[in-house]
């Protein structure tokens, strides 16, 4: 996906992926899908791997879509673009608050920490007591078996351990950059890369 492997992504020690990780975009990234993207994992095993994009915000309300889901939803209550494949269909992400037994929760699947997979059939009103906040997403990233290491090798992404604010993080958050910043050097010096649109124009 990058025009090349990032030096940076490959010269440095990484976590493997792991449902409840990230994968952060190289600086270089040339994909319209993926670019200064940030994905968090679901799904990781033999048959493949399957993750949100966290950072893409589209213009549509969640309560424009799924009304009684509004009220889990954390700020900005919009949609969130999770990949290029089934636009049609939508899932949730939330934190769970730190008081609440996830594992003891029937529509809570944890993915790492606090964060976890809402099963959608689930009563959203009764959700709020459980809930920091939540994402709506429609779409979703798919990897097939062992693509996504080898585009990890090649330089495409750095994978890192996911926090509860990159969940939820206010709209005017870089969660991309901030991302980086967290990461060993010289991971941070990254943060400021202008991307390859810039680059090329």
Same mark, same amino acid.
């Given at each position: 996906m990058s025009l090349f492997a990032?030096?940076?992504?490959?010269?440095? *020690?990484?976590?493997?992926?792991?449902?409840? +990780? /990230?994968?952060?975009?190289?600086? =270089? +990234?040339?994909?319209? =899908?993926?670019?200064?993207s940030v994905v968090v994992l679901i799904d990781h095993g033999q048959q493949g791997t399957f993750g949100v994009v966290i950072n893409d915000i589209s213009e549509q309300a969640v309560a424009n879509v799924l009304p009684?889901? %509004? /009220?889990c939803m954390a700020k900005p209550q919009a949609v969130f673009i999770g990949g290029p494949l089934f636009p049609e269909n939508a899932l949730v992400l939330g934190v769970a608050k &730190? *008081?609440?037994?996830?594992?003891?929760?029937?529509?809570l699947n944890r993915l790492a920490n606090r964060i976890v997979h809402v099963d959608m059939r689930a009563d959203p009103t009764a959700l709020v007591h459980e809930l920091e906040g939540a994402r709506f997403f429609v779409g979703w990233a798919e990897w097939a078996p062992g693509q996504l290491e080898h585009e990890i090798e090649c330089g495409d992404w750095f994978v890192a351990p996911c926090l509860?604010?990159?969940?939820?993080?206010?709209? $005017?958050?870089?969660?991309? %950059?901030? %991302? /980086? $910043?967290?990461? &060993?050097?010289? +991971?941070? /010096?990254?943060?400021?890369?202008?991307?390859?649109?810039? *680059? *090329?124009n």
């Open positions: 990032h030096t940076s992504f490959r010269g440095i *020690e990484r976590s493997e992926p792991a449902p409840g +990780m /990230l994968l952060i975009s190289a600086p =270089d +990234m040339n994909s319209d =899908d993926f670019r200064r009684e889901w %509004a /009220l &730190p *008081e609440v037994d996830i594992d003891a929760a029937p529509y509860p604010g990159d969940i939820i993080a206010p709209g $005017k958050v870089d969660v991309w %950059a901030d %991302a /980086l $910043k967290r990461q &060993p050097m010289p +991971m941070p /010096l990254l943060s400021t890369h202008p991307g390859y649109d810039q *680059e *090329e």
